[in-house]
């Protein structure tokens, strides 16, 4: 099953079809949806440059056990933002946009450790950026059927524009800062990181814990996109985003629509 799923979703990202339908029996469970996660990972020979977190709200939460999903974040799909960037979603597919803190993975965690408090995810971090998480899939029902089908795509990624770095980010400070989004120059959601449980540092543990019950071997380099501080914004093809980190930078990017790959 896990396996039909995964190359369904496979072959419809390869395509830039879009998917009316689950390709399949949904996931129910957390365990079923990682399960399909990984099966598709296993059929991609692109490399991983990072993974983004998503939180789960309550009761959601509640009823899976977790406050936090995951999803890869493949190397094709990352590019540091400038003039003319672009996010790309699957024009008969759910796409949208999220401001996001980016943690850099510094080292990797010692072997056989497999929880991390705050302070432990903390140091595995070499550098903090603002930065923008492209969140598409090619099932357009992905974002309104619970965490477990969100996780079974890929976690609704598809790709991440990388912004300026945080300075003295060890502070914490950057939590407080308030962040804008805006889409075609109108504000459309607002927020902080520290609104988080556990705040952004906290996704970074949640992260490592879970690649590491996966058995995945955490990579220096990997980027770690920890979360939608504004809210997760639909969007669509020609659509220009502002996100806005007051003193710490503001991003532009315009939407376009994945192509076949």
Not at 29 to 49: C, G, K, M, N, S
Not at 129 to 157: L, Q, R
Request: hydrophobic share 45%; with cysteine.
């Amino acid at each position: 099953m896990a396996d039909a799923i995964a190359e369904r979703f496979l072959s419809a990202r390869t395509s830039a079809l879009g998917l009316t339908d689950y390709p399949g029996t949904p996931p129910t469970t957390l365990a079923e949806a990682y399960a399909i996660q990984d099966a598709a990972l296993a059929r991609v020979d692109e490399p991983i440059a990072g993974w983004k977190v998503g939180r789960i709200l309550p009761p959601l939460s509640d009823q899976y056990g977790c406050d936090r999903l995951a999803g890869p974040i493949f190397a094709g799909t990352v590019a540091r933002i400038e003039p003319g960037s672009r996010g790309l979603i699957f024009a008969n597919g759910f796409g949208a946009i999220e401001a996001e803190y980016l943690c850099r993975i510094g080292k990797t965690p010692t072997s056989g450790q497999t929880q991390f408090n705050l302070e432990e995810a903390a140091d595995h971090i070499d550098a903090v950026h603002i930065g923008v998480e492209i969140a598409s899939s090619p099932f357009v029902g992905i974002n309104s059927m619970g965490p477990a089908v969100t996780i079974s795509d890929f976690g609704n990624n598809n790709g991440l524009l990388i912004g300026p770095a945080v300075a003295d980010w060890q502070n914490g400070a950057y939590t407080q800062q308030p962040v804008t989004t805006r889409i075609d120059g109108l504000e459309i959601g607002a927020g902080t990181a520290s609104a988080f449980a556990r705040g952004a540092i906290g996704s970074v543990a949640f992260l490592l814990e879970n690649l590491v019950m996966r058995g995945i071997a955490i990579e220096p380099g990997w980027w770690i996109s920890t979360g939608a501080v504004t809210g997760v914004h639909v969007v669509q093809i020609g659509q220009t985003v502002e996100m806005d980190f007051g003193p710490l930078g503001t991003l532009h990017c315009r939407i376009d629509a994945q192509e076949s790959r």
